[in-house]
């Protein structure tokens, strides 16, 4: 089986910065895209920034500038540098593999999305 497991996410004031780490294990042959996506209490999940493995990067508008995403491809782990967070990314982050390929049971297995258990940031006024 594989997991995400997200670390790095916490309480900091508003100006300040967090570093997010994702690291996937398991029986992993392949993951295309590694991410991170936000949810808001009341609002739906969405995209903060995504990184393929050929170092292709995509980020939402209200973070461009602000964050960067970085990838391990190796230690199949991926990095969200946020710097000069705003109340309004306070938020549960997480942690995406897309396409991804890993063997379980003797089988290779492919998930289109996989998704960590969440790690939450909260910024302060």
């Known amino acids: 089986q594989v997991q995400l497991v997200e670390s790095g996410g916490g309480l900091v004031q508003a100006g300040g910065s967090l570093r997010l780490s994702c690291a996937a294990s398991g029986s992993i042959f392949s993951i295309n895209a590694m991410g991170w996506y936000r949810q808001a209490p009341g609002k739906q999940r969405e995209l903060v920034a995504a990184?393929?493995?050929?170092?292709?990067?995509n980020y939402a508008d209200s973070v461009k500038g602000r964050f960067t995403i970085s990838r391990d491809n190796a230690k199949n782990t991926v990095y969200l540098q946020m710097n000069s967070l705003k109340p309004e990314d306070t938020a549960v982050y997480y942690c995406?593999?897309?396409?991804?390929?890993?063997?379980?049971?003797?089988?290779?297995?492919?998930?289109?999305?996989?998704w960590g258990q969440g790690t939450q940031v909260t910024v302060s006024s």
């Open positions: 995406n593999a897309g396409d991804l390929e890993y063997y379980s049971g003797g089988s290779r297995r492919y998930e289109y999305d996989y």
């Open positions: 990184i393929t493995s050929g170092g292709s990067t």
